[in-house]
């Protein structure tokens, strides 16, 4: 039997650490993202979409603006025959930023626990949270069908992963970004056949 040696250079790749835990924090969210999308779970699901946003600012350096990164997706959508509302998108701007704010605090909190060497603690962080939106007068009545929800949601986490050049982002990013779409898209079309139907009657 001959064995075949081979140079020490050719099988040594230069990896870099801190790709390999993104790809592995993102792999994980891209799970929720699928499993959540399963259930129909709109808080949630918009709750990894934050998470997935952090990651990639957190890992490109550069800050995603979400109002540019909607409208790419409303146009996405209105291209593949969505039947969008006038007041859809407004709807879903005021959702996902109320959402924001969620997301905002506990990420401060989280940078003021590691400056200050402090532990985590989460049920401190949501009393403040929820103390600090006992003055702000936010809206609850925003209705849009929940397959709008989640598609805008989904297609928002997909668009998101395009902005990283690493394997599992650009496999993930793209199929997400049309699986939301797709859902999207149904979702309107669905809300237009239902309402004639109750016109009709």
């Known amino acids: 039997m001959t064995t075949v040696s081979v140079p020490l250079q050719a099988t040594q790749r230069t990896v870099n650490i801190n790709d390999i835990g993104f790809a592995v924090r993102i792999e994980k969210l891209i799970e929720k993202v699928k499993c959540y999308q399963k259930k129909s779970d709109s808080s949630k699901l918009i709750d990894t979409m934050f998470d997935i946003k952090t ?49 905002n605090h506990k990420a401060m909190y989280i940078a003021a626990c590691l400056e200050y060497n402090l532990p985590y603690n989460a049920e401190e962080e949501h009393c403040l949270y929820m103390a600090r939106r006992v ?7 925003i209705y849009i069908p929940l397959r709008v929800t989640i598609g805008i949601t989904v297609a928002l986490c997909g668009l998101f992963l395009t902005f990283v050049p690493i394997p599992i982002c650009k496999l993930w990013g793209p199929d997400l970004m049309r699986a939301g779409v797709v859902l999207a898209v149904e979702g309107t079309i669905n809300r237009v056949e239902e309402d004639r139907v109750k016109t009709k009657k």
């Not at 350096?61 to 146009?75: A, K």
């Not at 039947?83 to 959702?95: F, G, T, Y």
């Open 55 to 103: 990651e990639v600012e957190g890992y490109t350096g550069q800050r995603i603006n979400l109002d540019n990164q909607l409208d790419q997706v409303e146009h996405d959508i209105k291209r593949s025959g969505g039947k969008l509302k006038n007041d859809d998108m407004k709807q879903v701007r005021k959702l996902i930023k109320k959402k924001e704010k969620r997301s």
């Open 135 to 141: 003055n702000d007068k936010e809206e609850d009545d």
